[in-house]
Structures are given as C-alpha cells and as structure tokens.
C-alpha cells in the first residue's frame, strides 16, 4: 500500500512538474499570442471555455499579472490550486498517508458547482466578446 501510494503521488507530481516545464519552456520560446492548440477554436473559430488558460499561465511566468487575467480569469486561481495540490501530495509522501485524493474524490456541493458553472459561462461570454 505505502509503495502504490508513494508510486501514484510521485506520478502525478512528474505530471504537475512535466507541465509546468512545458508552459515555461511555451513562454521562454513562444510570444506569438496568436497561435492556439484549441481544436474547438481551429474548427469552429469559436473559443471554448478553457481557450486562453495556456496563454494566461504563459503571461503568469512572464510576471504579467495584468495580460494573465485578460487571456483567462481563472489561470491564478488554478496555479494556486496546483501549487496547493503539490504540497499537499509532498506532504502525503512524508507522512505516508493518503489524505489528498479522499479529498479530490468527495462529492462536491451542488451550489458550488452551480457558482463554478455560473463563472466559466461567464468567462466564456466574455472570451467570445473580446475574441481571443
């Protein structure tokens, strides 16, 4: 049990870590805005409600707090979530405990999910109107 568990948090630190290198390497070699992997925009022309979060993460490294939140309202509220969710499976490993994925596997509340809806229609909305 101990080895699964260190094998599945050390897994998906890899991927956190994995990800975060690809968006700094992103921002290091890449400052055309105008370039997107979204194939919900490349067919449609139409952003999805995740459209500019890779832009914002990108804008974030750079120290550009004001262009992040143009691209995506919500990419400093994930980074924070993510950089909770690596100390907390570092803290896991320490302890040998398993207590961050009993958290993320909880059922969430019905009006949370409702505000969450509610916002990312309304960045969407917005993400149309300005046409990112």
């Given amino acids: 049990m101990v080895k699964t568990l260190l094998f599945r948090n050390l897994l998906t630190i890899l991927v956190i870590a994995g990800g975060y290198f690809f968006l700094w390497f992103s921002a290091e070699t890449n400052s055309d805005h105008s370039y997107t992997l979204c194939v ?16 914002a993460s990108i804008e974030l490294f750079k120290g ?17 979530l993510v950089w909770i969710s690596l100390i907390w499976l570092i803290r ?3 302890i040998k405990k398993d207590t961050f994925r009993p958290f993320i596997q909880r059922p969430m ?5 409702g505000l969450i809806f509610i916002l990312v229609l309304i960045n969407w909305i917005r993400a149309i109107y300005i046409g990112l």
């Fill in 92 to 94: 896991d490993i320490i």
């Fill in 64 to 80: 550009n707090i004001a262009e992040s939140l143009h691209f995506h309202w919500w990419a400093i509220p994930f980074h924070i």
């Fill in 109 to 113: 509340n019905t009006v949370w999910l």
């Fill in 40 to 55: 919900v925009k490349n067919v449609t022309g139409y952003p999805c409600p995740g459209c500019g979060m890779g832009r």
